[in-house]
């Protein structure tokens, strides 16, 4: 970044006719506003004059190449490899919910030396690792959180959980708090607002609190008449809807679990989690409409021979015909509830770490690993948002995800327990028509994942639409780019991205950013309130907190809502064998390598295993390996790496291959990509195959292991042969 930064002209020289060849309207009154934002910020530095132009001179109308020309101008000869894209202001920030928080309490929490909300904001960071009693009862007491009994205390040291046992004693129930109104809220508010695509000029539909709870009741008494043993396990596989969301509430209000399964996954991964979680009946629907197709769903279902299905029409009451003998219709099922009560039902109240959702995540053995949520990692998810995402009740939040990923319970709860509501779009994000949809809806907190935000840029489907009452986005799932997500920034009137990077074993995130901190793009400001980490040396030490440095990352065990079992595997073995100890404690493995800068930001450097991130989902190299080394008979072996783009930006699927025999020509290599891509659709149809790279032979360690890092890192720092 900082090399780049040197390469743009200052914004000192940058001149009316710059202006004008970049593509501004009005170049001499932009001129003057620059002008003005030199004066206006010049005791502030770089980023006070940054801040006075992205508050006022840059707005959406104008061409994003004025935009980054201005930014780079800001930075230009900065050392500094993160410098700020947004910074708090400190007004807004005392409106946050920590910077409410602290205003009030600030002194008590904190001591004698507390100053405002930004200046102390790493002290309270600090205050949240040291005194979790407090810091936890505090966030409790601030999201309206009910026990139906209270734990005898907040933590306690146990040898039979990592780090310590939380609420020990704890009874409640995650949805059944989603479905009450929180204080300075009533059920006649909205819970959920939403849209089908294609009907992007009619009215908006919404889910009011009391809505949603009858909603939830109804299908909680119609799995009751199923028959199913209490903590059944009961699979999901279907687009994020408000169905979707209200059959998600009803299993875990009902003292069922939840077994998320995306709706992208194809029949074998299906058949895969089905299995492993132990399933008794999955909802899904019959189809998935997007972009004016119908994408077969039931059918993919059958095929993974699962258990009883409910199939839910996707349009509307259609009957659906041709279902298995053992399945019902959404309308049967229903029809199944006693309707003389049916929206009355009495949450079945869990000890704290009983199982509300099973998740999946692949680890290096090809086998995707299923990591448990209890009735705690749902306020672990809407901590995170409470106080990193800032968001409040009566807030609008939108994030396109599927409840087969962490993402999509988690803005369950994140919305719901914060008094927030939900916005769906029915239909595909990277359109005109979603973007209509965070205008109308007047959406207050935008989540996104990186391969999005570079559809909207390409694309320009944003333009022309009202994005101003956007507060924050935030950013997950895979590695963002600068340049995106200063566009991204700008269609907003500049409002900061909060990246959130975590996994579905931490039920959140464990470094972040906040809107009491100078936010830089691409990067992280701090980790998690509740979470220390570390990053290890090359002889696996930790290296000294708050110093510059890059290696693998690790966590302090202590960490609230972090999983503590497996389904299919060894919990210690995957996150603690073999890691060191820090302050008595030893370490959790994460898996990420992570960079500290001389500026204090983070920034994420890929999986430090032999996983990968494609679009957002993790996915083991072997998977890919399998299914590719069998795709022809002359190859030999192959390597599958995710390759960071130049630029930045989310990991592109290079496959290595070693032939048998000679190398064949380059088109063989083209039919051998499209044959790749063509195989890797039976593992997930999102996978795409970015380039194919021939080598003689595989780096491998003594013990035989192929060094898939040896391979990355050659081929991002090299442009080989490829096709």
């Not at 000192?12 to 060849?21: G, K, N």
């Not at 049916?342 to 000890?351: G, L, M």
């Not at 389904?567 to 960079?595: T, W």
């Not at 299914?627 to 699927?653: F, H, K, S």
Request: hydrophobic letters at 40%.
């Amino acid at each position: 970044m900082a090399a780049a930064l040197v390469a743009h002209k200052p914004l000192a020289a940058i001149t009316a006719d710059d202006l004008a060849a970049a593509g501004a309207a009005d170049a001499a009154a932009l001129h003057s506003a620059v002008r003005s934002a030199l004066g206006a910020g010049a005791g502030g530095g770089p980023a006070a004059v940054w801040a006075e132009l992205s508050r006022g001179a840059l707005r959406t109308e104008v061409p994003f190449a004025v935009h980054r020309m201005l930014y780079y101008g800001c930075y230009a000869g900065s050392p500094s490899t993160a410098p700020p894209a947004w910074s708090p202001d400190p007004e807004e920030a005392a409106l946050t919910n920590v910077g409410r928080v602290l205003e009030a309490r600030g002194r008590d929490l904190i001591g004698e030396a507390y100053k405002d909300p930004v200046t102390s904001f790493r002290d309270f960071h600090r205050f949240s690792n040291e005194n979790p009693e407090a810091y936890w009862k505090m966030v409790f007491e601030e999201m309206g959180i009910a026990f139906s009994v209270e734990p005898s205390c907040i933590l306690r040291d146990s040898d039979g959980y990592p780090g310590g046992e939380w609420l020990p004693g704890a009874v409640l129930n995650a949805a059944a708090n989603c479905l009450t109104a929180k204080p300075g809220k009533n059920s006649g508010d909205v819970a959920i607002v939403w849209r089908d695509e294609g009907k992007d000029s009619e009215p908006l539909n919404f889910v009011t609190l009391e809505e949603l709870r009858k909603k939830v009741c109804l299908v909680a008494n119609a799995l009751d008449a199923l028959g199913l043993a209490k903590g059944s396990a009961i699979a999901i596989d279907m687009p994020m809807n408000v169905n979707a969301v209200v059959i998600y509430l009803a299993i875990v209000l009902a003292g069922c679990i939840v077994v998320s399964i995306a709706d992208s996954f194809a029949a074998p991964a299906i058949s895969t989690r089905l299995k492993i979680s132990e399933a008794k009946a999955i909802f899904t629907q019959d189809c998935i409409l997007r972009d004016d197709k119908e994408l077969p769903l039931y059918s993919r279902v059958v095929e993974a021979k699962a258990p009883m299905a409910i199939v839910i029409p996707a349009r509307g009451s259609t009957p659906i015909k041709g279902l298995r003998a053992d399945d019902l219709s959404w309308q049967d099922f229903l029809g199944k509830a006693d309707h003389t009560k049916a929206d009355i039902y009495t949450a079945v109240e869990q000890p704290a770490y009983q199982f509300s959702n099973i998740l999946f995540s692949s680890g290096t053995t090809g086998e995707p690993k299923a990591i448990p949520w209890t009735h705690l990692t749902p306020l672990k998810a809407a901590a995170d948002g409470w106080c990193h995402m800032d968001i409040r009740r009566g807030d609008v939040v939108a994030w396109p995800t599927n409840l087969g990923w962490m993402m999509g319970p988690w803005l369950v709860y994140a919305s719901l327990l914060n008094g927030a509501s939900m916005a769906l779009y029915n239909g595909s994000p990277n359109s005109s028509g979603f973007a209509k949809f965070v205008q109308d809806a007047k959406v207050t907190m935008l989540g996104v994942v990186p391969s999005i935000v570079r559809t909207w840029k390409n694309t320009d489907c944003t333009a022309g639409f009202d994005w101003s009452t956007i507060r924050c986005f935030s950013s997950t799932g895979e590695a963002s780019s600068v340049e995106d997500y200063l566009w991204l920034m700008g269609r907003a009137c500049y409002k900061p991205v909060i990246e959130y990077c975590g996994g579905t074993e931490i039920g959140g995130g464990f470094v972040t950013g906040s809107l009491l901190q100078p936010q830089a793009l691409s990067a992280f400001s701090t980790p998690a309130m509740g979470c220390n980490m570390f990053i290890l040396d090359s002889n696996g030490n930790p290296l000294p907190q708050d110093s510059a440095g890059i290696g693998e990352l690790a966590l302090d065990p202590t960490l609230f809502g972090s999983s503590t079992t497996l389904l299919n595997a060894d919990h210690h073995e995957v996150y603690f064998s073999g890691m060191p100890q820090c302050n008595g404690k030893v370490l959790r493995r994460h898996g990420d390598e992570f960079e500290r800068t001389a500026d204090g930001y983070y920034r994420a450097h890929g999986r430090a295993d032999d996983t990968m991130n494609l679009g957002g989902i993790k996915v083991s190299s072997i998977e890919i390996e399998r299914i590719c080394n069998r795709v022809n008979d002359a190859i030999l072996e192959t390597a599958a790496i995710g390759v960071p783009p130049v630029g930045g930006g989310p990991e592109q699927l290079t496959i290595a291959v070693v032939f048998k025999d000679q190398s064949p020509q380059a088109e063989d290599l083209n039919q051998l990509k499209l044959m790749f891509n063509s195989a890797l659709k039976r593992l997930n149809p999102l996978f795409k195959v970015s380039s194919v790279i021939v080598v003689p032979s595989l780096p491998r360690t003594a013990s035989n292991k192929v060094m898939r890092r040896v391979l990355r890192k050659e081929f991002t720092q090299a442009k080989p042969s490829k096709i």
